[in-house]
Nanobody, 125 residues
Framework: QVQMAESGGRLVQPGGSLTLACPVS????????LAWFRQAPGKEREFVAA????????WYSDSVKGRFTISRVAAENTLYLQMNSLKPEDTADYYC??????????????????WGQGTQVTVSS
């Protein structure tokens, strides 16, 4: 059984940086895709970034491309999200997720079977 638990969320000023971590318990197979989603207050949960565990291919939403970097450290079984140039509109609960049966739709939250409990990121002065 896969378990995931995000950490690293906190209050940060606009323009600041933050790194989220998501250690994953259980075996991660090379066919898996791992991702970050976020949900702002009063809004639907949205895709942020995803990475293939097999070949490290990465995908980003347009809203974070160039500012956020998703990475995975296989030896640690951990997923990371480095967030730079943070904006107030990045304020949200951030979730890591795992798709054990990747079929091409990395941006669809319905494809992801395992989720963390979320970590809150607030960007405000």
């Amino acid at each position: 059984q896969v378990q995931m638990a995000e950490s690293g969320g906190r209050l940060v000023q606009p323009g600041g940086s933050l790194t989220l971590a998501c250690p994953v318990s259980g075996q991660i197979l090379s066919s898996y895709v791992l991702a970050w989603f976020r949900q702002a207050p009063g809004k639907e949960r949205e895709f942020v970034a995803a990475v293939s565990w097999r070949n490290n291919r990465k995908w980003y939403s347009d809203s974070v491309k160039g500012r956020f970097t998703i990475s995975r450290v296989a030896a640690e079984n951990t997923l990371y999200l480095q967030m730079n140039s943070l904006k107030p509109e990045d304020t949200a609960d951030y979730y890591c997720a795992l798709d054990p049966d990747y079929r091409g739709s990395y941006y669809l939250q319905t494809e992801y079977e395992f989720w963390g409990q979320g970590t809150q990121v607030t960007v405000s002065s």
